[in-house]
């Protein structure tokens, strides 16, 4: 019991990772209507500037996370204002082209520059300590991780309910047309949308860093996020994060009392059963084209 | 612009004359290409080989049938592991084995294509995506599969036919590539054909209309996966040496790079788009050895970049042709051609 308790809570803390890369993921797909690969890479460029800061340029936390945040806005953004924005008539095989395309300019980048060398971040909590909870141990990161991860899915509830640019994300996602008549300036909240996603995907990112820098390192959490937000049902956020918490479970599950060796396969297996039986996740809609 | 008159035009599979006469001289010209060509380029030559079999078979599926496969390289090493194996372990002759590691391939296309029935857009993509890692990982544990450490292909002889160089390889891979070329070709020109661009088109009015979307669906898939491993089978035994670190995410975008810069739903392009990022692709890896621009290269690497990491120079080209394409030119090479066609046939307008 202790055993399977154990297991849990891993799966938790990494599901939590998870979920914030495939809230990013919903994010852009609501607005954009585009599986968006560019996910992990928006936020790897940012980790490798917060990297260089702190290791290079000796500048302190409280200047590098914020800044490092900052730039992750800027990029997506730019992303979508200088990129997306220019295709014509595109369709959903084009958009993902894009989103691929741009994944690997990123991706070419970084890695050009940095090298491919496993470096570690530094970073004020230490990524090996844990904390004790009864019978069951969670490591300070995991456990800082899962907290970031619910600070951040409070915010952006708060948000998208409160917040005079929340409300118009969600007005624009629900009918660009209606919210374009009502004085609201879609593309400039969809490249915002951008922006804010690239954000989310940066903290994940700066909370898997300290245990391990290299430029293949968002690949993972990228593909966990988005199955986890495709069981989700891609358009809804809650959705999102309980699709990565399953996946994350799930996962550590098999890992524990069916094999090791399968165990970042088996979220692949769980879409696919899932797909099947709901073919547009768990929380969605099934959206049937009328003719 | 070209205008059908009657139905047996529609399904001729050369349009006109000039074509066959055209194909016939591109046939002569590979035959004596080995004989003039360095042996560099016999390789380079057979890689193309294999990038245009398994991305016309893509096509089949993405240009033709409108079902997004981000997977093949699943395919490919179902083909290119099958092959090996069936030589090795049931000790099949070569010709024997290739077909029925594709068909393997193409049965694994069907079970794939079962779920993808019900999946469209972002859900199709993830499902397949997850296809392609699974099947390296799960191939990559399997102890008659040589797990991480990868396979050796065995001797090649066909009959009394001895191969041994990538020149001998090369005459048995060009005439397969040609036939499975032209196989693609009188595919899309027969009913089979028709009833998956419907499907492509609007598959609900193909439904109605009596297309069956299962059964058609499902054989684009296998039929996609057929040349895939194929392709696989051949590619083994132009490394002579396959591992599953080779069939990675990233070979399943290069081949979807390839079909759409080429030009989704056509056939000459995809054969194009191929060839020339293929040829791209090994340019690429040895960047440093490019006259003038690899020692500017250098120079920038040890300047502001890392050395170690000038290989990735690769995925930024091929990340700009992308999006490139995507912005300014959604059909790829054949769009380019269609333009220049229309263009001097309108001359002077």
């Known amino acids: 019991m202790v055993d399977f308790l154990q297991m849990v809570l891993s799966g938790i803390a990494v599901g939590s990772s998870y979920a914030l890369m495939g809230l990013g993921m919903v994010l852009i797909y609501k607005a954009s209507e585009v599986p968006n690969f560019v996910q992990g890479e928006m936020a790897l460029l940012p980790i490798f500037i917060a990297f260089m800061l702190l290791s290079t340029y000796g500048v302190p936390y409280y200047i590098a996370f914020p800044a490092t945040l900052i730039f992750a806005l800027l990029l997506g953004c730019f992303l979508e204002f200088a990129i997306l924005r220019r295709a014509k008539e595109p369709n959903v095989l084009g958009l993902i082209i894009i989103t691929i395309g741009m994944e690997m300019m990123l991706l070419g980048f970084v890695s050009w520059k940095f090298g491919a060398d496993q470096r570690a971040m530094p970073f004020p909590i230490s990524a090996y300590d844990s904390i004790v909870i009864g019978d069951l141990f969670i490591s300070t990161l995991d456990m800082l991780t899962l907290v970031v991860a619910l600070v951040i899915m409070l915010i952006l509830f708060l948000f998208f309910r409160f917040s005079k640019i929340g409300v118009a994300m969600k007005a624009t996602q629900q009918n660009e047309n209606a919210a374009a008549l009502m004085g609201i300036k879609t593309k400039q909240i969809r490249m915002v949308t951008w922006g804010i996603s690239s954000m989310v995907g940066s903290v994940a990112g700066l909370l898997i860093a300290p245990v391990l820098v290299e430029p293949y390192m968002m690949w993972d959490p990228m593909l966990k996020g988005f199955a986890g937000a495709v069981v989700g049902g891609m358009t809804s956020l809650p959705g999102a994060v309980f699709g990565a918490y399953i996946i994350g479970i799930v996962e550590h599950l098999f890992g524990g009392y069916v094999s090791i060796e399968f165990k970042s396969v088996v979220a692949f297996a769980i879409i696919v059963l899932v797909l099947c039986i709901k073919p547009s996740g768990l929380f969605a809609r099934h959206y049937v084209k009328k003719v | ?349």
């Open chain 2, 1 to 349: 612009m070209d205008m059908k008159r009657d139905y047996y035009e529609d399904v001729q599979v050369f349009t006109s004359k000039v074509i066959v006469f055209w194909l016939g001289v591109l046939i002569l010209a590979l035959a004596i290409f080995p004989f003039v060509a360095k042996n560099y380029y016999v390789y380079v030559a057979n890689y193309m080989a294999i990038n245009v079999i398994v991305v016309v078979g893509l096509n089949l599926l993405v240009g033709y049938t409108g079902q997004i496969s981000m997977g093949h390289a699943g395919f490919f090493a179902i083909g290119a592991y099958g092959t090996i194996t069936l030589m090795t372990q049931a000790h099949f002759p070569f010709l024997l084995a290739l077909p029925c590691a594709g068909l393997v391939a193409a049965l694994f296309g069907f079970l794939l294509g079962l779920p993808a029935l019900r999946l469209e857009g972002p859900y199709l993509a993830i499902a397949t995506l997850g296809f392609g890692i699974t099947t390296t990982q799960i191939i990559g544990k399997i102890k008659i599969f040589g797990e991480r450490q990868g396979l050796h292909a065995p001797d090649l002889t066909i009959g009394p036919w001895h191969i041994q160089t990538d020149k001998d390889f090369y005459f048995v891979l060009i005439p397969i590539t040609i036939l499975l070329v032209l196989l693609a070709r009188n595919i899309v020109k027969t009913k089979v054909g028709r009833a998956f661009i419907s499907i492509r088109d609007a598959d609900i009015a193909a439904e109605t209309m009596g297309v069956n979307l299962t059964f058609y669906k499902t054989l684009a898939f296998a039929v996609s996966a057929f040349y895939a491993g194929v392709g696989g089978g051949l590619y083994a035994f132009v490394l002579r040496f396959i591992e599953p670190e080779l069939f990675n995410m990233f070979m399943s975008i290069m081949f979807l790079t390839m079909a759409v810069v080429g030009g989704l739903g056509s056939m000459m392009g995809p054969v194009g788009g191929a060839c020339l990022l293929g040829l791209l692709d090994l340019q690429l890896r040895n960047i440093l050895e490019i006259p003038y621009f690899g020692q500017w290269i250098k120079a920038l690497s040890e300047s502001y970049f890392t050395m170690t990491g000038v290989s990735n120079i690769q995925l930024i080209v091929f990340g700009l042709i992308l999006i490139l394409i995507m912005l300014f030119e959604p059909l790829g090479i054949f769009g380019i051609w269609i333009r220049t066609k229309k263009y001097w046939k309108m001359w002077p307008f």
